[in-house]
């Protein structure tokens, strides 16, 4: 326990948001191959079970929500669509309340089809192609005439929007580069202009999935592999942050750094988290 109050908050906890890669499963660079990690199953069946509502919020867009809930439910999750979210997510929240009509996607289908679904005009990145917004996302097909027409668009007025500002994710082996970061800092780079996240470690990830629960922030556990996503996310929502070691934050990984990145309780898997939990449910 890295915080005096931690245990008393994570048994008043009133929901959970679990992160994916790292946390509840590992996969190859592609989101391939996911096993569970050690726990992972119990303890989603542990919260569903006590009426305790969960989410699994991802910032990969490699495939929709729904895709992912029902790969979750092929290896044994118990994990209805409604409990899945990507920055796709959060973008649709995020991109209505701008009053945004017409985006230009760069990504796939994981990253277009929420969109559509919720009613936006989702058109390519395509020379003399005009836009509301510019979102970016999982596009390891990214090309040099998609960069020219999402700057284009940007020059023309267009918002700038990207999954994530993290340069790597969790996967089985060590680390693979994402490439939202990647992209959002050359159409920054060249046109100057603002970009903003609406994957983690944004209040806007961490608002949506509250939203989804019915819940405040403030009454969350955020648990997640990440020093730079899932602690600092629950930092700014004054959410619990609790932290993994089976991700990248490996042993050490918080160590020196400022009180708002260090996570409220730190744990070797989400197995060890079950083990804490059940036993604080014993003691009341």
Known sequence: MRDPDARARLADARGFVFDLDG?????????????PLPGAVEI??????????????????????????????EIGF????????TPASSAVRVLGREGHQRVMALGGAGLTEPLAEAGFEVVPPEPGTTADAVLVGWFPEFTMPALEAACHAVWSGAELYSASDTPFFAVDGGRALGTSRAISAMIRSLTG??????????????RSA?????????????VGDDPALEVPMAHRGRSLAIAVGTGLGAAGAYDGLPAPRRPHLQVRGVDELLVILTREESMR
């Open 44 to 73: 989603t069946s542990w919260a569903a079970a006590r009426g305790r509502p969960f989410v699994v919020f991802t910032n990969g867009t490699t495939r929709t929500p729904a895709r992912l809930a029902g790969i979750m439910r």
């Open 210 to 222: 509250a939203e989804r629960l019915g819940l405040r922030p403030g009454e969350l556990a955020v």
């Open 193 to 206: 202009c603002a970009v903003r996240v609406v994957g983690k470690p944004s209040l806007d990830a961490l």
């Open 78 to 85: 118990g994990l209805p669509d409604e409990a899945m979210m």
């Open 23 to 35: 946390t509840l499963v590992l996969g190859d660079r592609r989101g391939h191959g996911l096993r």
